[in-house]
């Protein structure tokens, strides 16, 4: 399974950024996918997760930090996770990762940085 990410970019506070993750290879029986985030010398954070369950929209979870501002969406056919992101602070500049956890394997994508200047 190959995970790839896009859509980072540089962004002043205040504006909007939607990232983009396409899962391709042996997909089958995903549980979920979702974005973490990693800033310098910090610890990798989940920003937010959807559940691939027979939920039309499909259940999420948000870190504290993005709710109301972050939206995560899929598209089932496609094998894709997005995210998008309004309202960003340059408290959100930070690498990027896409995640899908697959019958209990994690597979990451390879990041995308995101830029937010104040």
């Known amino acids: 399974v190959q995970l790839q990410a896009s859509g980072g970019g540089l962004v002043q506070a205040g504006g909007s950024l939607r990232l983009s993750c396409a899962a391709s290879?042996?997909?089958?029986?995903?549980?979920?996918m979702g974005w973490f985030r990693q800033a310098p010398e910090k610890q990798r954070e989940l920003v937010a997760l959807?559940?691939?369950?027979?939920?039309?929209?499909?259940?999420?979870n948000y870190a504290d930090s993005v709710a109301g501002r972050f939206t995560i969406s899929r598209d089932n056919a496609k094998n894709m996770v997005f995210l998008q992101m309004n309202s960003l602070k340059p408290e959100d500049t930070a690498t990027y990762y896409c995640?899908?956890?697959?019958?209990?394997?994690?597979?990451w994508g390879q990041g995308t940085l995101v830029t937010v200047s104040s």
């Open positions: 959807i559940m691939w369950d027979g939920n039309t929209d499909g259940n999420t």
């Open positions: 995640s899908a956890l697959i019958h209990r394997a994690m597979y």
């Open positions: 290879g042996t997909v089958f029986g995903i549980n979920n």
